[in-house]
Every structure is written in structure tokens, then in C-alpha cells.
């Protein structure tokens, strides 16, 4: 791959991750960048959002259900926050995350749905917070 190639995947990442996450979530992981992290932070603008979240296979909602339910069955609470507030940017109501929910709670189990559960109310009660106090 030539670095011309390499740099407009990065790009295309970095519109779509900003897009998802918010620039405020993104300008804190790249702040937090070291030279330990840089080559972890490239892989994941370029692979997880300049390669698969840019697909035009699936749209970001249905994305956003499937990244939701893995990270449910994996247990990754931090990373499972930050994608509720996702979800939400990519159009999915909260009613509909409560039915991601449920439905991971038969496939990955009860204990998991009832941490993401927890996990989705702090997320929403901080997201409407926000949103009067604008």
C-alpha cells in the first residue's frame, strides 16, 4: 500500500470515527496519544473506521446494535459506554438500545445485559443532562 493510500484511508477513518464518537472523544484519545500508543491509535482510525465502519455493506445503525451486543458479550464495560453515546449519534433511540439489551441478555447472558444495563442508564442519564443543560 502506498502512503498516499495509507494516509487517505487515515483520513477517511478519522472523518468517520469523529463522526461516531464525537470530536470531543476523539481530541482526547489523540491528546492522550504517546509514542508508546501512536502506532495503536493509526491502526484502529485506519482499520476499525477507515476499513470497516466505512463499508457501505451494513449502515451505521445495524453497526452500531452488532458493536453494542459483542462488547455486551465481551464484558468491555469502558468501551461499551462510549459506544451507547455512539449509538445514539448514529441515530439508534434509547428504546431501541433498551432492545439490544435484551436481546444480548439471552445470547450473552443475564449477569452481562444487567452490567450494560447499568452501564446504558448512567450513559443516557448523563446524555440528557447535557442536553438541558444547553
Known amino acids: 500500500m502506498?502512503?498516499?493510500e495509507r494516509d487517505e484511508i487515515h483520513a477517511r477513518g478519522m472523518e468517520v470515527r469523529r463522526a461516531?464518537?464525537?470530536?470531543?472523544h476523539v481530541d482526547g484519545a489523540i491528546a492522550r496519544t504517546t509514542s508508546f500508543t501512536e502506532d495503536f491509535q493509526d491502526?484502529?482510525?485506519r482499520y476499525a473506521w477507515g476499513e470497516i465502519w466505512s463499508r457501505p455493506g451494513l449502515d451505521?445503525?445495524?453497526r452500531s446494535c452488532i458493536t453494542l451486543t459483542a462488547l455486551i458479550a465481551l464484558g468491555h464495560q469502558h468501551e461499551l459506554a462510549m459506544h451507547v453515546r455512539?449509538?445514539?449519534?448514529?441515530?439508534?433511540?434509547?428504546?431501541?438500545?433498551?432492545?439490544?439489551?435484551?436481546?444480548?441478555?439471552?445470547?450473552?447472558?443475564?449477569?452481562a445485559a444487567n452490567s450494560a444495563f447499568a452501564i446504558a442508564s448512567d450513559v443516557l442519564a448523563r446524555?440528557?443532562?447535557?442536553?438541558?443543560?444547553?
Open 2 to 4: 502506498s502512503t498516499e
Open 20 to 24: 461516531v464518537l464525537g470530536d470531543a
Open 43 to 45: 491502526l484502529i482510525t
Open 60 to 62: 451505521r445503525r445495524t
Open 86 to 111: 455512539a449509538a445514539l449519534r448514529n441515530g439508534l433511540t434509547p428504546a431501541e438500545i433498551r432492545e439490544v439489551i435484551l436481546q444480548s441478555a439471552i445470547y450473552c447472558g443475564v449477569p
Open 127 to 134: 446524555v440528557d443532562a447535557e442536553q438541558d443543560g444547553k
